[in-house]
Structures are given as C-alpha cells and as structure tokens.
C-alpha cells in the first residue's frame, strides 16, 4: 500500500493523500462486507428468493452495476471535487438537486453503519458468551466498537486501509477455502447446476432475491468519494469502481454457487429457508470442522468491524464535502497532523452515538429491528442515487460534449439506468419484506427518506453560495473524446 501523505495544513479545504488502487478497493469491498453477505444474504436469497439459482442474480446484478460504472467513470474526469452522487448530480442536474442527493447519501450511509452496529453488538455477545465470558447488552459492545471506528477515524486514511486490508483479506480467505474444499470434493450430491438454468433463475420470488442481491454491493461507488485522497484519481478511481466491482461480483457469485452445492439444490433451499441464522456455520463446521465453524464466527465479527469503519470514513467525507456548504464550516478543516477529515469524522461518531442510545432506550432488537430497519432504508436509498446519478451522466454529456463515446456516454449508462430502475422497481414493492413485513413503517421509512431530500433541495434552492460549482461553472471545457479513444 502506498506510504502516508506529508501532513495537511491545518484548516485545510481539502483532504490529501497518496492511496492507490488497492487501498481504495479495499476499503470499498470491505463495505460490503463480503463475509456478512454470505453469512445473511445468500440465506435469504435462496431460501425466500430464487432457490438454488440465486447465485446467478448476483451475476445479473453486477452487470447492470457494471453498466452504471461505465458512465460513472466515465464523467469523473469532469467532476474534480470527491463526493461521488451528489457532486455528479450537481453538476449533471443543478445545484438544487445536488444537495437533494447530497442529504439522502449522508442518510443513507448513516443508516447502514447503524444497521451494522446493531448486527456487531449482537455478534460480539454471542460470541463472548459462547466462551464463557459475561453476556451484556448490545450497546455496550457496540459502544466500545464506535470508539475504536472514532479513533481510526480520526488520523489518516492510510491507518484505516491499513486495517481494512488485514481484515478484508482474512475473511475472504475463510471463505475461499470453504469455496475450494466444496468444489473440489464435487459438493454433497454434486456441483448445482441450477445457476444455469434460465428457468430456475427465473422462478420464485425473483423479486426479492435481485432486492437482496442488489443490497449486497452498497458501498463499491464510494470510490469517488476518496478523490481528493487518490494518488493519480483520473486513473485510480475507474480502476478501483471496475476492480471492486468485478470482486465483489465473482466472489459473490462463486461462494453463494459452493454454498449452494455443498448441501445439494433442494437440501439449501430447506436449511436456508428454516434456519438462515446458522446456514454459513453449519456449512463450515460440515465441511471444514468445528475449528472452520469457530474461525468464521470470528471472522464474521471483523467483517462487520471492517464494514462499519469503512461507511464511518465514506460519511465523514459526505460531512467534509459539505463543511461550509450545508454544515458550518470546522466540518470542511483537516487535521494539521493527519490530514485527516478529523470534525467530520467527530460529527459522523457523534450521530451515530446519539442513534443507538435511542435504540437502546427503545428496547429494539439489535437484528430484527435495528439492522433490519437501517439496511433497508440504506438499500432503498442507494439505489434512488444511482438512478439520480444515472440521469446526471446522461444529462452532462448530451449537454456539455466533453465527451462523444457513445458506450460511455450513452448506451452503458442509459442500460445501466434501465436496470437499476427495475431493481428500485421492485425493492419498492418488497420493502415490507426487506424491513421485516410493516407495511406502515415502509411507508414510514419512504417518507424520512423524501423528506430528507426535498430539505437538502429546497436548501440548494435558497442558499446561492451552498454549492459553488454549478453545471455552469464546472468544468465541461476539457477536449472531447473522440470515439476512436480509450
């Protein structure tokens, strides 16, 4: 990984840094926390989605991500500022609309690091418990948690890809290990062969298993947002998006396919569908032993410490970004030390504190109801920016001409846009299900998130001096690229 930066002046505008294309990826791919998915999605995608097939969705999925990369990276050239959705939306669709996008992103990241703090209190308990040690309420574990993401927070972003790496690698190596014993043993009644299947693929609830598919990969576009941190961003962040997205699709797809064929076809779909708490660790204590089951019961924990550090840092920035804009201006100064988003991240630690001592105070479960409740208002919220951002790519190169590829500008974001409304399509009609079967808190939940952005709107609208580099001002001046040019 790249060396530290040289210290930021203090109260400097803007962040500094030297990250590579590694660092980046792997503090985006441990957003999504690969290990937790395979632990809580792929369960509930084969049990109450596609069945067997479900690991096809996750290649569906990636493709139409992919799409959407294609204009994303394309544009960011163009967009010299970090924070990815809503500077892409400001300059494709107006200052208005872009601190629309800029309020419904800092919700939406907040919303899935409390969604992981709720998971993590939970799973720290359980697991201190299961060996002897004393069972305390979930928000004491997630309390001590939030102190350590506070601190890394706090110094340099090369500290925290430093860590995330560590981990990031560790549960990934856990489970590619399960993916080798699996295979190369043939699976249980041999390989599943449902993942080819246009039929199976296309049966039960296809509906809820792109939901929950889709929610797999929120965090891959924070790329972006560490622009300003990058050591060569106009080549670091396209790498990254397409490195990020392109992992995270195939191990998805690749662990979810091993899963599936180590219990045989209708064998997962029954032990998925009745007990998709324990689905993963049964898996590998069957194939691995219980030393593999004890290990990934670890390693589940790290993944949620890596995920939650990981949107911790992407919301600072959010908070960063908008120092001097929407939020007083100490939001925008860096650390004289570390160069560090350092109020930011203060801020980002104290909303969060305030979050869960509400939670706590309410008695809701820390998994059905807190991380229930939060990833699906972060799952709904992500997919309504990457169609906004969709729409922004599309509306800054017909306007601006800055560049006349079509697949870039054009085809890959206008098919990506087609996908991903049909994937908020049909999380909208699921929500209930996403969020645990209200229909009223769904509404409920909708509502915070239209609200939050029409305040961020109507904030764009009345303050001139917000957002200074309008579609007018940015810079659209930069010669066009020519179809013939890579």
Not at 186 to 191: I, K, M
Not at 329 to 333: I, L, M, P, T, V
Not at 447 to 451: C, E, I, K, S
């Given at each position: 990984?790249?060396a530290?930066?040289?210290?930021?002046?203090a109260?400097?505008?803007?962040?500094?840094?030297?990250?590579?294309v590694g660092?980046?990826?792997?503090?985006?791919?441990?957003?999504?926390?690969?290990l937790?998915?395979?632990a809580g999605?792929?369960?509930?995608?084969?049990?109450?989605g596609?069945?067997a097939a479900?690991?096809?969705t996750?290649?569906?999925?990636?493709?139409?991500?992919l799409?959407?990369?294609?204009?994303?990276?394309?544009?960011?050239?163009?967009v010299?500022?970090?924070?990815a959705?809503?500077?892409y939306?400001?300059?494709?669709?107006?200052r208005?609309?872009?601190?629309?996008?800029?309020?419904l992103a800092l919700?939406?990241?907040?919303?899935?690091?409390?969604?992981?703090?709720?998971y993590i209190?939970?799973?720290?308990?359980?697991?201190?418990?299961?060996?002897g040690?004393?069972?305390?309420?979930?928000?004491?574990?997630?309390?001590?948690?939030?102190?350590?993401?506070?601190?890394?927070?706090?110094?340099?972003?090369?500290?925290?890809s430093?860590v995330l790496?560590?981990l990031?690698?560790?549960?990934?190596?856990i489970v590619?290990?399960?993916?080798?014993?699996?295979?190369?043993a043939?699976?249980?009644?041999?390989?599943s062969?449902?993942v080819?299947?246009p039929?199976?693929?296309?049966?039960?609830?296809?509906?809820?298993?792109?939901?929950?598919?889709?929610?797999?990969?929120i965090?891959f576009?924070?790329?972006?947002?560490?622009r300003d941190?990058?050591?060569?961003?106009?080549?670091t962040?396209?790498?990254a998006?397409?490195?990020?997205?392109?992992i995270v699709?195939?191990?998805?797809a690749?662990?979810?396919?091993?899963?599936?064929?180590a219990?045989?076809?209708?064998?997962?779909?029954a032990e998925?569908?009745?007990?998709?708490?324990?689905?993963?660790?049964?898996?590998?204590t069957?194939w691995?032993?219980?030393?593999?089951?004890?290990?990934?019961?670890?390693?589940?924990?790290t993944?949620l410490?890596?995920a939650?550090?990981?949107?911790?840092?992407?919301a600072a920035?959010?908070?960063?970004?908008?120092?001097?804009?929407?939020?007083p201006?100490?939001?925008?100064?860096t650390h004289?030390?570390h160069?560090?988003?350092?109020?930011a991240?203060?801020?980002?630690?104290?909303?969060g504190?305030?979050?869960?001592?509400?939670f706590a105070?309410?008695?809701?479960?820390?998994v059905a109801?807190v991380?229930?409740w939060?990833a699906?208002?972060?799952?709904?919220?992500?997919?309504?920016?990457?169609?906004?951002?969709?729409?922004?790519?599309?509306v800054?190169f017909?306007?601006?001409?800055?560049?006349?590829?079509p697949?870039?500008?054009?085809?890959a974001?206008?098919?990506?846009?087609?996908?991903?409304l049909?994937?908020?399509v049909l999380?909208?009609?699921?929500?209930p299900?996403?969020?645990g079967?209200s229909?009223?808190?769904?509404?409920?939940i909708g509502?915070?998130?239209?609200?939050v952005?029409?305040v961020?709107?109507v904030l764009?609208?009345?303050?001139r001096?917000?957002t200074?580099d309008?579609?007018?001002?940015?810079?659209?001046?930069?010669?066009p690229?020519?179809?013939h040019?890579?």
């Open positions: 990984m790249a530290p930066a040289a210290s930021a002046p109260g400097a505008s803007r962040l500094a840094g030297t990250l590579g660092s980046i990826v792997f503090m985006v791919v441990a957003a999504a926390a690969p937790t998915v395979i999605t792929i369960p509930l995608g084969v049990g109450a596609n069945g479900f690991p096809a996750f290649v569906l999925c990636a493709v139409v991500l799409l959407f990369a294609v204009g994303f990276c394309a544009m960011s050239p163009h010299p500022d970090a924070g959705f809503f500077t939306v400001r300059h494709g669709l107006g208005p609309l872009g601190m629309g996008a800029a309020f919700a939406t990241y907040t919303a899935v690091q409390l969604a992981v703090y709720g209190g939970a799973a720290i308990d359980e697991l201190v418990a299961g060996y040690g004393p069972s305390l309420p979930w928000w004491v574990w997630t309390l001590v948690v939030m102190a350590i993401v506070a601190v890394l927070g706090y110094r340099h972003i090369e500290l925290s430093r790496g560590v990031l690698l560790a549960e990934i190596a590619v290990v399960l993916d080798v014993v699996v295979i190369a043939g699976g249980a009644q041999g390989l062969t449902a080819f299947d039929v199976q693929i296309g049966s039960g609830a296809v509906g809820i298993a792109i939901m929950f598919a889709i929610a797999s990969f965090g576009e924070a790329t972006a947002v560490f941190e990058a050591r060569d961003p106009q080549r962040i396209p790498r998006t397409y490195l990020a997205l392109v699709g195939v191990f998805y690749v662990s979810s396919w091993a899963i599936v064929s219990w045989g076809d209708e064998a997962a779909v998925s569908a009745a007990s998709p708490g324990t689905f993963l660790l049964s898996t590998a069957n691995l032993g219980p030393v593999g089951g004890q290990v990934v019961t670890v390693l589940l924990v993944s410490f890596a939650i550090l990981a949107f911790h840092n992407v920035r959010y908070w960063f970004a908008l120092g001097g804009r929407a939020f201006a100490a939001c925008g100064r004289a030390r160069g560090s988003p350092h109020v991240s203060l801020v980002q630690t104290a909303v504190f305030l979050f869960i001592v509400v105070v309410a008695g809701l479960d820390p109801q991380f229930a939060m699906g208002t972060a799952t709904l919220g992500v997919l309504a920016l990457m169609v906004l951002t969709c729409v922004a790519v599309l800054f017909a306007r601006s001409g800055a560049d006349r590829r697949w870039n500008t054009r085809i974001p206008a098919l990506g846009l087609l996908g991903l049909g994937c908020l999380t909208i009609g699921n929500f299900t996403l969020i079967g229909t009223g808190l769904a509404l409920g509502a915070v998130l239209v609200a952005t029409a961020g709107v764009g609208l009345v303050r001096d917000v200074p309008t579609p007018d001002t940015a810079d659209t001046t930069a010669r690229v020519t179809p040019e890579s």
